[in-house]
């Protein structure tokens, strides 16, 4: 599965550069958890990293190109613990399943403003983007692996879609459904596929 992994740009950077990269990117990180992704502007992220705005801008042209790259990171942090817990467990396809559905749920839940601040909204929309097609492979091998004898592409959408965001915000925000449910119900409607 190291295939998935979305490589980085390999291009080495100044070391302040890197630190004043990655400052910026746990202020807006804090910024946002604090204050919501509407109510953060590209001057507080400067002000608040105690950087100047040409260099905020040096690393990142808009509001939305810090979003993507706060993502990223994330998202690379989902990566490095997916191959990990699948090096640690090869002969548990249906826990990895699990456990897999239930760290990219969280990462749903944990970037939901942000994902759906960048028209994300619409259900369906973030399925086709490149950082998320790694879910769906990583579901449908599990699945292969696991229950090779059911109807893996078509239990590999349902669960797919199960995490897109415009889905999850309609559960937990218009819905008010708790993350613990969310989770729950994706085990149980995985179970259910599975037979």
Known sequence: MNELIILRDARPSRSDAVKNREQILKTACDLIADRGVDQVTMSAVADAAGVGKGTLYRHFSSKTDLL???LDAD?????ERTLAHLRENPSEPLENLHWFLSEALAFVERNLRML???DMLTPGSSVYHPAHLWWRQTIRGLLAQARPETEVDYATDVLYMMLDPGVNYYLM???GYDVERVRSGLCKTCEQLLG
């Open 68 to 70: 993507e790259a706060l």
């Open 75 to 79: 998202q690379h942090s989902l990566q």
């Open 173 to 175: 925000i218009v819905r």
């Open 116 to 118: 759906t601040s960048m």
